[in-house]
């Protein structure tokens, strides 16, 4: 929804041969991040435009990212030709273990695959070397406080490689942020000082089935259950039997790590901004 407000509802892309033009000519670095929110897209038509991309990467010789949705699971020539043209990691919006939650979020996809069918689109994913890096979101309006545990449990064996929490934000502009100030549920309002609030995932808003302590207190069990040592190590263990790439499974742990100081950070803010 954020992108539609920001955007428009009209899709743009940019022709497959000037993409790999304008990599191959001003890209020097090795690594690559598509911040495309989907790299595939939707329909046939977008499948064989990524194919065509993937193909035209492999002589290029990079190593890349990108954000695509959980039906990329569903076409096994894409995943074929992306790990071929150079990719390694996909950032996959799974967002919650809820289905009411996802209904409100419009994450139709989502809720075609069933929460069940995630864990066959990660290990799908994992057959073809690429690493899950799956969102969450929490303080949506279906959440309880029996979510968070729940999450840890479900992203644990689903197979998730990375793990990367967030609080519902009800960015100024978008419907969400609408209908919660209607509601007076937004906390920070006092722009723009408060946006840094808003840009490193701090509680912004009253989620309605639980107080604000409840949703603190409820990411600090997420937190301790996702980030706690021996979690990590079978995480990192899971992720290179998956993949079988130890290089790989070492860009996992080293990432998860990095999330491990930012929620740890998350929290502190927290703390000071809720008591």
């Not at 919650?96 to 409100?104: D, R, T, V, Y």
């Not at 070397?129 to 479900?154: E, H, M, P, Q, S």
């Not at 100081?261 to 703390?271: F, L, P, V, Y």
Request: net charge positive; with cysteine; charged share 25%.
């Amino acid at each position: 929804m954020l992108f539609r407000s920001f955007n428009g509802r009209l899709l743009r892309q940019k022709p497959v041969n000037e993409v790999l033009n304008e990599i191959e000519k001003t890209v020097r670095k090795k690594h690559i991040f598509f911040v495309d929110n989907n790299i595939v897209g939707y329909g046939k038509e977008n499948e064989q435009r990524a194919i065509r991309l993937f193909n035209g990467l492999k002589s290029l010789n990079k190593i890349w990212l990108a954000q695509a949705s959980i039906n990329i699971a569903d076409n096994n020539e894409i995943l074929k030709q992306a790990n071929q043209g150079g990719c390694r990691l996909l950032i996959i919006g799974l967002e919650s273990i809820n289905e009411s939650a996802l209904k409100q979020m419009s994450k139709t996809l989502n809720l075609k695959k069933t929460i069940t069918g995630y864990k066959q689109a990660i290990k799908k994913i994992h057959d073809y070397g690429i690493l899950v890096y799956g969102t969450v979101i929490f303080g949506n309006d279906t959440d309880d406080k029996d979510i968070f545990k729940k999450t840890a449990d479900f992203y644990s064996e689903a197979g998730v490689d990375i793990i990367a929490p967030s609080s519902l934000t009800p960015l100024p502009g978008t419907s969400l942020h609408e209908r919660l100030t209607k509601d007076n549920r937004i906390l920070h309002t006092d722009y723009p000082e408060d946006w840094s609030k808003y840009m490193n995932g701090q509680i912004c808003c009253k989620p309605k089935n639980m107080s604000i302590k409840d949703l603190f207190e409820g990411t600090k069990t997420f937190y301790n259950c996702i980030y706690n040592t021996q979690t990590f190590l079978k995480r990192w263990i899971r992720t290179l039997s998956a993949v079988k790439n130890f290089g790989l499974s070492l860009i996992s742990l080293a990432t998860n790590l990095i999330w491990k100081q930012a929620e740890k950070r998350k929290i502190q803010d927290n703390a000071r901004n809720i008591t």
